[in-house]
């Protein structure tokens, strides 16, 4: 089991076995890659693309994947996933990134949302193709990651919506296909509390049948410009990590902005002796392996 920060900043918290950078997060602000850093690249999510392009944004019945259409759950700008100068770019940018990390770990590389895209394009492009409109979004996604998994020479990890049963109808992403390209996945399980980790164990149980490589769960800690009052608790953290590893996760990572802000989480994870102790009795040798990490934190300083 592999334990990462993912943070917003190019700093590389102590007490973690890798780290990954959001060098091209959804605003589509680009950051200096870091060479002993893992680079996460948002791929058709981009504001700056869009402020850009406005009509290279991807389009459905339901309206453009637009921030501030409730329709869908988006919360940024997308780029229609056939769109050939921006699918060009990101390639060249994506090898040029990897030449400068230690791998390479996406997310949105794929459509929008359910009913994206109906642009003219894409709807010529279906037509050519011969194959039902699923099957076509199906192919484009898994063709486009094939020519990424060509110019990425170092790790890939894909991500993927907390999503086990219809991610091909919403996306066009297939985990078999992808798992021809993928070194790993990260299951994207951000959320502003763990109340009940039922839940997520259970997505998590999902993902283990399903996936045909290991995968890593992203947790969310404290993002920017978070207030403390509307982040996880710790005590959440923690029972949520422990009951995803004993799931079958092969891995976590820790979304923070910054390293001080991981600090404070691992400070107070060491704190939480009786939280710790109870989940000792959750069982299994993964249950162990987290909680010995979580002890390790206690030598960081």
């Not at 978070?226 to 959440?236: A, G, H, L, Q």
């Not at 422990?242 to 976590?252: E, L, M, P, Q």
Request: hydrophobic fraction near 35%; glycine fraction near 6%; aromatic fraction near 14%.
């Amino acid at each position: 089991m592999r334990f990462g920060s993912f943070t917003f900043q190019p700093q590389k918290p102590k007490g973690f076995d890798f780290h990954v950078l959001r060098l091209k997060p959804e605003t589509g602000i680009r950051l200096t890659p870091v060479a002993d850093m893992y680079s996460n690249i948002a791929v058709f999510a981009d504001n700056v693309a869009v402020r850009n392009h406005p009509d290279w944004i991807s389009q459905s019945p339901l309206g453009p994947a637009k921030m501030g259409n409730n329709n869908y759950n988006i919360y940024w700008d997308v780029v229609c996933a056939t769109q050939p100068e921006h699918r060009e770019e990101e390639l060249r940018y994506i090898a040029e990134v990897d030449g400068h990390s230690s791998g390479i770990c996406l997310n949105n590389q794929y459509f929008a949302d359910h009913g994206h895209c109906i642009c003219p394009r894409c709807n010529a492009l279906w037509k050519k193709s011969g194959l039902g409109w699923l099957e076509w979004r199906r192919k484009e996604v898994t063709n486009y990651i094939g020519q990424i998994r060509e110019v990425v020479k170092k790790e890939l990890i894909l991500s993927v919506q907390p999503d086990p049963v219809t991610s091909y109808e919403r996306y066009g992403v297939d985990f078999d296909d992808l798992a021809k390209y993928a070194d790993a996945f990260n299951v994207v399980m951000f959320s502003k509390n763990y109340a009940t980790p039922w839940y997520w164990e259970t997505l998590t149980r999902n993902f283990k049948k399903l996936l045909k490589k290991p995968f890593y769960i992203s947790l969310y800690v404290f993002g920017p410009g978070d207030n403390p009052k509307d982040v996880p608790t710790v005590p959440e953290l923690l029972t949520v990590t422990v009951r995803c590893a004993r799931a079958g996760a092969d891995g976590f990572l820790y979304l923070t902005d910054g390293e001080s802000q991981m600090l404070d989480f691992q400070k107070a994870a060491v704190e939480n002796i009786e939280v710790r102790e109870r989940l000792k009795t959750y069982g299994g040798t993964p249950v162990k392996e987290v909680l010995d990490y979580f002890e390790s934190w206690s030598k960081i300083n």
